[in-house]
């Protein structure tokens, strides 16, 4: 009777290795990146549209979609490790990369939404949070900046003032940082600083040369022109967005951003 179970239970685990096999062996790799983003205003209309091949002006002539963990200058690598006891490993931070970029009368036209996940062991399936600060945290971090900006603070003590921070989302160890840069395409970033007030963004497929999910995350849009300003405005005209969107991306790194024309190295280290 033993002898039997034996058989059963190795015949069970050699059906499930072969199926683990079979999965593996049949699972289909993308051969290219690809993404989609839209860009929705209060009324629920679409005013901006992105996506690897095209925006609502022109198409587009190199595009990425990237995941990995080493997407850091190996210059700026260099200099922090050289003079702190920070190795390489520890600058290492899990993000996703979705960029597009065009040639406009000598021009570099290009817009790059980035996602910085906390570090994990391994990349996960399912819901990851993205961190929630209020607008009123937004706008007084803003005022701060511009009073710097404006040597109006000759204490330099202003980066040190408290501001009230908004109900961070749940889940604090997949709460994820949302940067986002447009420059050259007329689209609605061009007079505003964006910051993002909270979301979701959804793995569904984590594989380790891909990963395939989508987004859905709300973007304040701060004026830059307020810099230009002598006095800080008591209400700033402020816009918000709901930013929704899919991707597939493609495992790499640093190099893979280095080869792009647009120079996101300031970006990287910047957002990093």
Not at 192 to 201: N, R
Not at 203 to 222: A, C, K, M, P, S
Not at 240 to 247: I, P
Request: one cysteine or more; proline letters at 4%; a negative charge.
């Amino acid at each position: 009777m033993k002898n039997i179970v034996y058989v059963l239970v190795i015949g069970l685990l050699f059906v499930v290795s072969c199926d683990r096999l079979n999965s593996t062996d049949n699972l289909e790799i993308p051969e290219n990146h690809s993404f989609s983003i839209e860009f929705i205003d209060e009324s629920g209309s679409i005013v901006e549209q992105y996506s690897h091949l095209t925006t609502n002006e022109f198409e587009i002539e190199n595009s990425f979609g990237l995941f990995g963990d080493n997407f850091l200058p190996p210059d700026i690598v260099e200099m922090i490790t050289s003079q702190t006891p920070i190795t390489p490993e520890q600058l290492r931070r899990d993000q996703i990369y979705l960029h597009a970029e065009k040639e406009v009368e000598d021009e570099i036209f290009h817009v790059t939404l980035n996602f910085r996940f906390q570090n994990q062991d391994e990349w996960k399936t399912g819901s990851h949070y993205v961190t929630q600060y209020s607008e009123e945290y937004w706008i007084e971090r803003f005022r701060i900046s511009w009073e710097i900006f404006r040597n109006e603070d000759p204490t330099g003590s202003g980066g040190l003032r408290s501001i009230p921070f908004h109900e961070t989302s749940p889940m604090p160890s997949q709460q994820v940082v949302v940067n986002y840069l447009q420059q050259g395409f007329s689209g609605v970033s061009k007079p505003y600083f964006f910051h993002s007030l909270g979301g979701v963004v959804e793995l569904e497929e984590v594989h380790d040369q891909f990963l395939t999910g989508r987004f859905n995350i709300e973007l304040l849009g701060l004026p830059n022109d307020v810099y230009q300003m002598d006095e800080f405005p008591d209400e700033l005209d402020t816009v918000r967005y709901s930013v929704a969107g899919e991707f597939t991306v493609l495992n790499g790194d640093y190099q893979d951003l280095a080869d792009m024309r647009a120079n996101l190295e300031g970006f990287t280290f910047t957002f990093f």
